[in-house]
């Protein structure tokens, strides 16, 4: 593996994390804050912001370092008729939905009420759904690099 691959798979892997993670945090403990008053609206609205800013990043890395790595490791044939290459094409669509998700819920949460409770609520659902996505992306990459599927 060449320097700029582990460059490559390492700026994927580390932005992939952070961003996951940071939807399953903003589901699992800013939201639920935000509901029980903890956290006021224009303070929800500017962390869905910056959760929004952080997608619309990944957008940029995710095509660089993603790009690279499946036009080195993979041709039309293997991404179509492998497993690991269904596994990578799973992955590209769970990363639309959920950065679709995150900007239809964030623009939720910040086109709400000034009122916490309200944005939240209004984000909820949109979040529950990109939780479950972040999930999803969590497992099929923990698929890909158990390397045991081919």
């Known amino acids: 593996m060449s320097a700029v691959d582990v460059v490559m798979w390492s700026l994927h892997t580390a932005f992939a994390g952070a961003w996951t993670g940071s ?6 403990a800013v939201l ?3 509901s029980r008053g903890s956290i006021d609206g224009p303070t929800l609205s500017a962390i869905a912001t910056k959760l929004r800013w952080l997608t619309r990043a990944g957008v940029v890395v995710f095509v660089a370092t993603g ?3 499946a036009g080195t490791r993979y041709t039309f044939d293997s991404l179509l008729g492998t497993g690991r290459g269904h596994l990578v094409l799973t992955m590209l669509v769970l990363w639309f939905v ?13 086109s709400a009420d000034s009122n916490g409770q309200d944005a939240a609520a209004a984000g909820r659902p949109i979040f529950l759904v990109a939780g479950i996505v972040a999930l ?7 698929l890909l690099a ?4 081919v």
Do not use: K, N, W, Y
Request: hydrophobic share 55%; no cysteine.
């Open 23 to 28: 939807v399953l945090f903003f589901f699992a």
């Open 32 to 34: 639920p804050a935000a």
């Open 67 to 69: 790009g690279h790595m």
């Open 98 to 110: 959920l950065t679709a998700l995150v900007e239809i819920g964030g623009s939720r949460i910040e």
């Open 136 to 142: 999803g992306l969590l497992i099929d990459a923990g």
């Open 146 to 149: 158990s390397g045991q599927i």
